[in-house]
């Protein structure tokens, strides 16, 4: 809400925004997001992170490009220092939270049937799932996909986007809103490079600035072990720094209710 | 193809809207919608029929504006035009830029019969 763009008009006070024309109808000026419902969810599933500090990182990208590879690899590196949980999208199968879920963490699968994203509702069904209170970090996987999800906030605090070097070095050109959101862009499978000629990282670089997109670029293979103190760094950051503004917010402040309900069938 | 879920979220608000002010009908439906939102207005307009059968904006006109893309430079304090995946800056080129215009995805008004 910000009171430049008119989005502080809401259906509350809609109504004063209101007038009637020549033939008796109302003409309603509204000037609110088209997901002003998926919205109000995310900033309630942010909540929700902010309240037990923990911190919620959302992995967007093409379906195959690594996302739970690279959580594999995260996992067997970080779970002593950090206690860990995943929720996964996908279409169908529970196959991702499966293999979360042998490395000892706990994954609550959301299959969204035909739906090509995830959205804040899906997420905060999942978050009841999920003992908030003793974790660190919770990784939404989102559906594999380089253009839905880009349109849906779900509460997390920070957007990853990753790119294979096998997907070609102009996807961030090709599918600008998505890599345009991104807190930071992973190029993932940079093991491959060496057999790849037409994978430029510097290129794909250009590719992200050129959006005006500041983010910081890594190149990993979760496979191989490449790069991937540099993702630790990072993570480490995020979660010391989101510590310390919570730390911060909680000084005499009562632990919330916690909001459970019903399990909805799925475990 | 996310936009028919976009279209249901903007008729909860509609009908939610439509419902405050006792309507009993909705005539007109006003978007803007940008370049950079990740929406197509096309879409849109497809997903339309589809999602407000049975609503009380089951006739009503959608009516779309779209937004160009504006950029407005840090280094050099210009604002120019820009397209959807170059958004440097249109008068010294450099990408230190802030989109002013292009990724907006609202609803503007409705027209509510009452």
């Known amino acids: 809400m910000c009171d430049t763009c008119g989005c502080n008009i809401t259906p509350g006070n809609a109504h004063i925004a209101a007038r ?3 033939h008796g109808d109302s003409a309603v000026e509204v000037l609110q997001g088209l997901l002003s419902e998926n919205d109000r969810i995310a900033a309630h599933n942010r909540a929700h992170f902010d309240q037990h500090g923990v911190l919620a990182v959302n992995l967007m990208s093409s379906p195959g490009a690594g996302k739970t590879a690279l959580l594999e690899a995260t996992i067997d590196a970080l779970k002593d220092e950090f206690s860990i949980a995943v929720i996964e999208g996908d279409l169908e199968t529970e196959n991702d939270a499966a293999r979360v879920r042998a490395k000892g963490v706990p994954a609550i699968q959301i299959t969204t049937g035909s739906a090509c994203h995830l959205d804040a509702h899906m997420v905060h069904d999942a978050l009841h799932h999920l003992p908030l209170a003793g974790l660190d970090i919770v990784f939404i996987e989102n559906v594999g996909n380089l253009v839905c999800p880009a349109s849906f906030e779900l509460g997390s605090h920070r957007d990853i986007t990753l790119l294979s070097v096998t997907e070609g070095d102009d996807k961030p050109a090709k599918y600008p809103v ?3 959101a ?3 862009v992973l190029l993932t499978k940079t093991d491959l490079l060496a057999v790849l000629d037409d994978f430029d990282p510097q290129r794909a670089e250009q590719c992200v600035r050129a959006l005006a997109n500041p983010a910081p ?3 990993i293979s979760a496979r191989r072990g490449l790069g991937m103190e540099e993702w630790f760094k990072w993570l480490r950051g995020e979660v010391g720094q989101l510590k310390a503004q919570s730390s911060k917010f909680r000084v005499h402040q009562p632990e919330p209710a916690p909001v459970f309900r019903a399990p909805a069938g799925r475990p | ?5 976009v279209c249901q979220g903007m008729l909860d608000q509609v ?3 439509a419902a405050e002010h006792h309507a009993t009908g909705v005539n007109r439906i006003l978007l803007r919608i940008g ?3 990740g929406v197509e207005p096309e879409l849109l307009h497809q997903a339309f029929p589809l999602a407000s059968a049975g609503t009380v904006a089951a006739d009503a006109e959608l009516a779309i504006e779209t937004a160009a893309i504006r950029v407005r430079c ?8 820009a397209l959807p995946n170059r958004l440097i800056c249109g008068s010294c080129g450099d990408w230190h830029t802030r989109v002013v215009s292009g990724d907006e995805m609202m609803l503007m008004s409705v027209d509510l019969t009452t």
Do not use: V
């Not at chain 2, 193809?1 to 879920?5: D, I, P, V, Y």
């Not at chain 2, 840090?74 to 035009?81: F, I, L, Q, V, Y």
């Open chain 1, 217 to 219: 670029i890594l190149r």
């Open chain 1, 20 to 22: 009637k024309n020549a």
């Open chain 2, 15 to 17: 009908t939610r809207i």
């Open chain 2, 74 to 81: 840090d280094t050099c304090g210009e604002e120019t035009e």
């Open chain 1, 178 to 180: 998505i890599f345009r």
């Open chain 1, 182 to 184: 991104a807190d930071l």
């Open chain 2, 35 to 37: 370049a950079l939102s």
């Open chain 2, 1 to 5: 193809m996310h936009e028919l879920a």
